[in-house]
């Protein structure tokens, strides 16, 4: 999976082996493979990375295995400033093996123990350089030796919008050409505009390629039938007269059975599968999120194993956004091949409540899922895209969430499904994750490219500008004092107020680290829950990953509000820091979300150690501490929701109380306290609410007058954790 592992199974999904989870980096996904199935054990070729970028990917280029997985070579590409490119797709001919990266083609003559690189990124073609360009598809064919390129649909620096073009070149001659123009003048209509969004090119019969082509925001979808000796298109057709039930922007694959070519299948929202040549297309299933064997929507991926003269008894396999699932007769029904212990769900963002231990968080493609420890049961309510989550600290079974229309929701029950909307609705300058922050006072906030305040009691959303030039990639706002917020913009800004966001300071020119100025996206924010001037910020994509025991500045600190900072990375690898959470009753205990694992340093003279026992090398791209189960835990960008025990807090921090103070709340609140408490001889504590204290809390008097009940006052924890309570020394 992109953003997972290599899987491996030999039972047919039953259950599954990951092969990638011991190696010494951490790949964090397989974009394609190729299988040697002739060597025994296989011999592997992977091609590692993602396209997304919106967790600032690492990406360690193509390695090769000759033990079915066991162990891993990386394979250096040739050149400079395209070894840790993405190589998304691999495809062999013969001795020739091509990988694909956004803006090249790299071939090996060798079975992939070296690379070089096809194009020259810097020449202009079509009035643009392939460096501005994406490259979306490719093709060789062996007969002319040509390798037929297809760039995507997409905004280049100079000339604005290009739409997807075709282009082949000549690997004797090392020439390009386009033949985008030929495909418009065989056939366009109203709906194509002046271009295509996507193409995609493969081998048909005899010197005869079908070109595909579709367009943005519509259902339109054109196949040309390209004569490569004539350089010429010689016929074409429309399928579905032009309506096929949705959209094909991303185009995962065309695929024609090899036995009867009137049988084809097109991967688009779902599978669709035409009998007649292409001329019209039916889909194989219905809108659905993966029950009772029914494939989940959203077709990235197939394969034709076995093919069938009347395309009955085709064996096929598709992978979608749940999963894989595979079908021996043509679509007509399906198996799910997940087993009991694939791990593929992409969770953005998180929360849990510090009144039940309910957990919840948003996933890709399968919404707001819920986690109830007590019964250690799931619960789902899908509807597309679940983003950041943050439970109220006030209320209990209060939580907020965003779907993936940006709308902001709440349930007032702990649990899923949202429905109640917040009034904040597609705020498409919004981050998918690291959105929301539930305030301990009752306050909401909600970061996009504006801050976006809501106050407790409240129904009216206060925005407030802010000096970000794109969204917000990360906030944080101070416990002890709700008017200092610092927010971080997607390309490396970072800013400030002092005023709950009135008037902003940007911080950028202030970020010098060990004599130099820090430029990198800022992709996590902490602040000190007992002094606001104390600030750890985490960096993003460092580079090429060439020296990988470098020393670098990943986590810098604050402890003046900004004025000055310095390098807090000791023990860290140079890898992506996701995110930044303080361990609060300790003095200055820090998690860091990293993508090679979980990182914890005990404070100040510490190093940074990793804290991920039995945990994938993958994406932890948010953390969370549920106090009142006394667990850490983290959410992955491709293999599910984990958990731990807290460690044992070295320096504790407890808050003194030396005068009466009153716990209290309004009726159906209540208090939560994440540090002990230590009442001196003149303090007196006034409890009037419900008091959750976390795992093994504890208040610590000189007698037991010192703490008064009032009517609604009393002292829990409603995970049913066992604590100190009141502790008489």
């Known amino acids: 999976s992109p953003t997972g592992a290599l899987m491996h199974t030999t039972s047919r999904g039953k259950s599954w082996q990951y092969l990638t989870d011991n190696h010494a980096l951490p ?71 091509f990988a694909q990266s956004e803006h090249n083609i790299i071939i090996s003559k060798d079975a992939g123990e070296t690379w070089v690189a096809l194009l020259d990124e810097q020449e ?14 490719y093709y060789y064919e062996p007969t ?55 193409i995609q090119v493969q081998a048909f019969k005899n010197n005869i390629l079908l070109i595909s082509a579709c367009h943005y925001n519509s259902p339109e979808t054109f196949v040309y039938e390209y004569d490569f000796l004539k350089n010429e298109v010689v016929n074409y057709n429309v399928p579905n007269a032009g309506n096929l039930s949705s959209r094909l922007n991303w185009f995962s694959g065309f695929l024609i059975n090899n036995k009867n070519s009137n049988i084809r299948y097109l991967t688009k929202v779902q599978l669709a599968k035409s009998t007649n ?62 087993g009991t212990n694939v791990q593929l769900t992409q969770f953005y963002g998180m929360g849990s409540s510090e009144f039940t231990g309910a957990v919840s968080a948003g ?49 007032d029950n702990d649990i899923v499904p949202f429905t109640k909307s917040m009034g904040l ?64 913009g997607r390309w490396g800004d970072l800013v400030k107020t002092t005023d709950g966001g009135k008037t902003w300071e940007k911080l950028n020119d202030k970020l010098i680290v060990d004599g130099g100025k820090k430029t990198d996206r800022i ?102 501490i549920n106090y009142c189960r006394g667990k850490l835990l983290a959410a992955t960008y491709g293999r599910g929701l984990w958990e731990t025990d807290l460690p044992p807090i070295e320096n504790k921090s407890v808050r003194i109380i030396k005068k009466t103070t009153e716990c209290t709340a309004p009726p159906g609140e209540a208090m939560v306290l994440l540090q002990d408490l230590k009442l001196r001889r003149r303090g007196r504590l006034l409890i009037n609410c419900p008091v959750y204290l976390p795992k093994g809390g504890k208040i610590t008097v000189e007698n037991k007058r010192q703490i008064i009940f009032g009517e609604n006052g009393k002292i829990l924890n409603g995970c049913g954790e066992k604590i100190d309570g009141i502790v008489v020394k």
């Open 27 to 97: 790949i964090v996904g397989i974009s394609d493979l190729i299988v040697d199935y002739t060597t025994s054990p296989h011999q592997l070729l992977i091609a590692t990375g993602s396209a997304d970028d919106w967790y600032s990917k690492p990406n360690f280029g193509i390695f090769k295995s000759a033990d079915g997985g066991q162990t891993w070579q990386r394979k250096k590409i040739i050149g400079d400033g395209i070894f840790s490119d993405i190589y998304k797709s691999l495809s062999q001919y013969k001795n020739f093996i």
């Open 523 to 624: 992709m996590s924010i902490c602040i000190s829950p007992y002094d606001a001037d104390r600030v750890w910020v985490g960096f993003g994509y460092m580079g090429a990953y060439d020296d990988l025991c470098k020393t670098t500045s990943q986590v810098i600190e604050t402890t003046d509000g900004g004025a000055t900072w310095q390098n807090a990375s000791n023990g860290l690898p140079i890898f992506c820091i996701q995110d930044i959470i303080f361990y609060q009753g300790s003095t200055e205990a820090i998690f860091a979300a990293t993508d090679q694992g979980v990182y914890y340093k005990r404070g100040s003279g510490y190093k940074w150690q990793r804290f991920n026992t039995n945990m994938p090398p993958v994406i932890f791209g948010e953390l969370n």
């Open 425 to 488: 609705a597609a705020e498409d300058k919004a981050n998918q994750r690291k959105t929301l922050v539930s305030h301990t006072n009752g306050d909401l906030f909600f970061a996009s490219q504006s801050l976006f305040y809501l106050q407790k009691g409240s129904k009216t959303w206060i925005e407030h500008k802010t000096p970000l030039a794109h969204q917000a990639h990360a906030i944080a706002v101070s416990e002890t004092d709700p008017n200092i917020i610092y927010m971080s």
């Open 124 to 137: 202009v073609i079509a009035g643009q350089a392939f460096k501005n360009r994406k490259i979306g598809y």
């Open 363 to 411: 996933s890709q493609d399968n919404s707001i899922i819920t986690y109830l420890p007590n019964t250690k049961k799931w619960i789902h309510s899908v509807r597309g895209d679940g983003y950041d989550v943050a439970y109220s600290k006030t209320s209990v079974g209060r939580a907020y969430g965003q779907y993936n229309s940006r709308a902001l929701v709440t349930t």
């Open 144 to 198: 002319q030796n040509k390798l037929y390129i297809a760039t995507c649909n997409r905004y280049v620096p100079t000339g604005g919008n290009e739409f997807a073009k075709v282009f082949v070149l000549d690997m004797a001659t090392n020439t390009m050409t386009e033949i985008t123009p030929k495909l418009s003048a065989a056939h366009s209509s109203a709906k194509s505009g002046n271009g295509f969004e996507a």
């Open 277 to 338: 040549g292409g001329d019209t297309y039916q889909d194989l299933f219905g809108y659905s999120l993966g029950y009772d064997n029914i494939p989940h929507v959203d077709v990235r991926s197939m394969i034709i194993t076995k093919h069938s003269a009347d395309g009955t008894g085709d064996h096929l396999y598709i992978g979608t956004d749940g999963g894989l699932s595979f079908s021996d007769n043509g679509g007509s029904s399906w198996v799910n091949l997940n």
